[in-house]
């Protein structure tokens, strides 16, 4: 629009001045008004007035009994109680009795040495009202509201045992409002620290009787007004905890969001005992309303494996045992049930259906034929421009033994479980298609095709253990191990197959034997098969074939003992590592028996310490490397803080060789804020400024760890950042971004990294390590066809399972060094991510474990800790029919008010139970 003359503009801004003119003057006039108190207003203000006026007792007037003061007190009280607020005004009668509050201040004091019953009543009563004005008047750093309920409370004290007690000193919280508990739960709260810091004992109850005996009012008071969240935490500033266990108002309609609340808190706490003690009170409280499934959820939480036994003796419904029996399997956990029912649980426990299960899903989703190598690398999709930019693509096809050993493991991956595929269980031709470890790699991969399935799959590989090549017969005895990993069979057939092979002389034997006890028995803690492994690690024969066998022993026994602190394995390790010469430290492999010692102490916080210390006295490079590693995992999903910081001085030092304890420094990053999502974020920012400014080094590790975070959990942002590092002009850099999308993307079928891994393979043609890094990228991602995933988190990401995260640890730490492990001949220690390998699904079942099609909801998982009412747990969901497919990040919910379920989390099997209270629809 074209502007007027001068004349109009100028008198558009004189109207717009008088405009602002006159809303000043009408401001002015509303705050006169306001000024102005309406008539009920100002007979409040008097009323209340008058009343002051009486209780001080003004002009000294000896007619105003402590009686007539009294009743001037109680309409003070009743205005005050019953004054409703807006949100963003203050009540009136706290606004009018402003003025007056060291008025009535002075009057508590000048009554504060009169002994008779009246004037101790009146004074308490004056100190309740004082306590509430002070809500808003007091200074904070003072805690006035609580020193004049202290008051108040004591004078009831007095009266009672004197024999007069006040009726006043019954409700005396919660008649004066949500908000006055609040501020004095806070008040509580800051005057413990406070007498703590002073020097009192923390643990003597009698320093604190007065402000526990509030406590115990407190916090009943907010648990019965869905306060429960501000109870907790007033527990937890004042260290008791323990008090929530003896509350009558915890019931079957609020535990739930109680213990939920405890378990996201005790993320955050940085001491472990105090870490223990929540998570302990959470299991007393499931426990006390026989939830017997979630109990047993936190008791795996704190690793307590003894209390199993007495949880499932405790239980007395069948069906909740047996899903506590399938949590257990699920959690890999080498449990026995002896009593009459052993037969129905203990199978259970030890997965002997999960293969059964897995081939449903298999059928339900249509996914049944094998799939070759070449469905998946799709490499009529990765030519361009419509002619093959091959040199031969005229003639005959060349196998290169590296590019068929790819095939192999992608053949393995993606076929696993399914028990048959197009290259190993039709004939042995492609076995000879291979040479030397190239064959053992393709022998063993005949376990992870018939993953689960025992029986059968002895049956397939058994040929194979008697075969006149080492190599074939080394891969067969790997095959068993793979076969076994995570199932229970009464026959044992790892331990009755392998034991002659670790007791033998031939190299190559003993290292597959190792390896597949390593994966067989992960998680089991067997003492039988220690007594067979813990030879090798003591052998001292020397040389680097040696040694090699020593690592892959510590490494087995690791991931057999994962977490368990073991002493014998421990110090075994330890002692070796001490005893080895310069020549077998610097062994590519040693690192291997480093971790072994590592994965002991899995999540177990400070009780690695004593075997840190040990190993600072190693006197070689390697000892910086192995102290680094113990640490990380000890502290793994802890999210400590001080850890973290540890960790990143480790990077600040500018180091372009021997540099190993950096890289397990930075992995170690990943590690410690893994499963804790503010932490996580925040370490995804640090490793921005680490691939800015660190060496060489530490940018190597950088997508492991990054890919550590994300594990089968394709994140947008991680796998952009991971794509861009795959092109690096480092190629360690690349290779171990390509492997961080395939751990990234592990099992997911994500089509956007199927489409950045084609790329990859045309991108990197001519580099034979990069295309073998690509292809085992893509056999991860379509990993069991997109249905199995190896993230170690389950149970709604509750529960970390140690023998997973080992498996996954093992590729990580051997990407650190690839061209002396898995771009040489230790290619086979990729299979140790069998141990990671279970079913994403959620199959519903009958009681007596037949198949129960349901409609589910399947949505993202939404955080509802704390939150009024009963919030949605997912959102943007589909509904589906049973069995179905479920991200790490999704939750799913049943559809159907017809059944309930055992479980309180939907995943994996889940028993189903009709509903008794469900009636049908009419027309239905």
Not at 52 to 79: F, K, M, P, W, Y
Not at 304 to 326: P, T
Not at 416 to 432: H, I, N, R, V
Request: charged share 25%; proline share 3%; hydrophobic share 40%.
């Amino acid at each position: 629009m074209a502007p007027k003359d001068k004349e109009a503009v100028e008198l558009t801004a004189s109207t717009s001045e008088k405009k602002k003119d006159s809303d000043k003057k009408n401001k002015k006039t509303e705050e006169k008004e306001e000024d102005a108190l309406s008539e009920e207003d100002q007979q409040l203000k008097d009323r209340l007035e008058s009343c002051v006026s009486t209780i001080i007792n003004e002009n000294n007037e000896a007619s105003v009994t402590i009686g007539i003061r009294q009743n001037a007190l109680d309409v003070i009280v009743t205005e005050l109680r019953t004054a409703t607020s807006s949100m963003t005004s203050v009540p009136k009668p706290l606004k009018f009795l402003r003025p007056h509050f060291l008025v009535i201040k002075k009057l508590h004091a000048d009554f504060s040495t009169s002994k008779d019953s009246e004037s101790i009543e009146f004074r308490a009563r004056v100190a309740d009202v004082l306590a509430v004005l002070a809500m808003t008047m007091g200074k904070p750093e003072e805690r006035e509201s609580l020193k004049f309920k202290l008051s108040s409370s004591k004078d009831y004290d007095v009266l009672s045992s004197n024999g007069a007690p006040s009726k006043h000193a019954v409700d005396n919280f919660g008649s004066w409002g949500h908000e006055f508990v609040r501020s004095l739960a806070g008040e509580i709260g800051q005057e413990y620290n406070q007498r703590v810091i002073d020097g009192s004992d923390p643990d003597d109850d009698t320093l604190f009787k007065d402000l526990l005996d509030m406590v115990d009012v407190v916090v009943p008071f907010h648990i019965s007004h869905n306060a429960e969240a501000e109870a907790i935490d007033l527990l937890i500033e004042i260290q008791r905890l323990k008090l929530l266990l003896g509350l009558d108002s915890i019931d079957d309609k609020n535990y739930e969001r109680i213990c939920l609340y405890l378990l996201k808190t005790s993320d955050f706490m940085s001491d472990p005992d105090d870490y223990n003690e929540m998570l302990q009170t959470t299991f007393e409280i499931y426990k006390k309303q026989n939830q017997y499934f979630n109990a047993l959820r936190v008791a795996l939480r704190m690793s307590n494996f003894e209390i199993i036994s007495e949880l499932l003796n405790d239980c007395e419904d069948q069906l909740m045992k047996k899903q506590m029996c399938i949590l257990l399997g699920r959690h890999r956990v080498n449990h026995e049930i002896e009593d009459d029912d052993e037969e129905e649980f203990n199978p259970l426990i030890g997965n002997e259906k999960l293969n059964e299960f897995f081939l449903k899903l298999g059928q339900d989703l249509d996914v049944m034929d094998p799939k070759t190598p070449e469905d998946i690398y799709k490499s009529h999709l990765a030519e361009t421009g419509g002619f093959s930019r091959r040199r031969d693509s005229g003639g005959p096809q060349v196998d290169s033994a590296r590019a068929n050993l790819a095939s192999t493991f992608v053949n393995a991956f993606v076929n696993a479980g399914f028990g048959q595929d197009k290259l190993m269980t039709p004939d042995s031709e492609w076995l000879y298609k291979n040479k030397d470890h190239g064959m053992m790699s393709a022998a063993a991969s005949l376990g992870s095709i018939l993953l689960w399935n025992v029986d059968e799959g002895l049956t397939q590989i058994d040929k194979f253990l008697y075969s006149s090549e080492d190599y074939v017969k080394a891969g067969a005895a790997l095959a068993v191990g793979i076969l076994c990993s995570g199932v229970r069979n009464d026959a044992d057939p790892a331990l009755a197959l392998l034991t002659e092979h670790i007791e033998g002389d031939n190299h190559i034997m003993k290292c597959s034997a190792c390896t597949g006890l390593g994966i067989a028995y992960a998680g089991s803690a067997r003492e039988d098969v220690m007594e067979l492994l813990i030879p090798v690690i003591e052998s001292s024969d020397g040389g680097a074939q040696n040694m090699m066998e020593v690592s892959l022993a510590g490494l087995a026994l690791g991931l057999i003992f994962v977490g368990k602190c073991d002493d014998s394995v421990g110090g075994s390790i330890v002692q070796r590592l001490m005893e080895a010469s310069d020549d077998d430290l610097s062994h590519s492999h040693a690192r291997y028996l480093c971790l072994g010692l590592a994965l002991l102490f899995l999540g177990q916080t400070e009780k690695a310490d004593g075997m840190i210390e040990a190993l600072r006295t190693i006197e070689h490079k390697i000892s910086k490397y192995a102290v680094v590693m113990l640490e990380t995992c000890a502290y793994t999903g802890s999210g400590n803080v001080l850890k973290v910081q540890e960790m990143l001085h480790q990077c600040a030092e500018h180091l372009t060789e021997d540099a190993e304890h950096q890289m397990a420094a930075v992995i170690g990053l990943g590690l410690i804020t893994l499963g804790e999502d503010v932490g996580a974020e925040m370490t995804l920012r640090t490793f921005d400024h680490l691939l800015h400014y660190c060496e060489l080094p530490i940018k190597r590790a950088v997508p492991l760890s990054l890919a550590v975070l994300h594990i089968s959990n394709p994140d947008f942002s991680v796998v952009d950042q991971l794509s861009r590092l795959s092109h690096d002009p480092d190629a360690e850099i690349s290779q171990n971004a390509i492997f961080g999308l395939g751990i990234v993307s592990a099992g997911t079928n994500n089509s956007r990294v199927a489409g950045l891994l084609r790329q990859l393979s045309e991108f990197y043609s001519k580099e034979a390590g990069h295309v073998f890094c690509v292809r085992i990228a893509q056999g991860l991602l379509h990993m069991g066809k997109g249905l199995i995933g190896i993230n170690p988190f389950h149970s709604d990401r509750l529960l970390l399972n140690g023998p997973a995260l080992g498996g996954v640890l093992v590729l990580l730490h051997s990407c650190l060094d690839l061209k002396n492990t898995i771009l040489d001949k230790s290619h086979y220690l990729l299979y140790y991510l069998t141990c990671a390998m279970n079913p994403r699904m959620l199959i519903t079942v009958n009681e007596d474990m037949s198949l129960r099609p349901v409609t589910v909801r399947v949505g993202q998982a939404v955080e509802t800790v704390g939150q009024a009412g009963k919030p949605k747990r997912i959102t943007g969901f589909q509904t589906h029919q049973t069995p179905v497919l479920l991200g790490v990040k999704e939750r799913a919910e049943l559809g159907t008010e017809e059944v309930l379920s055992v479980a309180s989390v939907l995943e994996g099997v889940v028993i189903l139970k009709d509903n008794p209270d469900y009636e049908a629809e009419e027309g239905n």
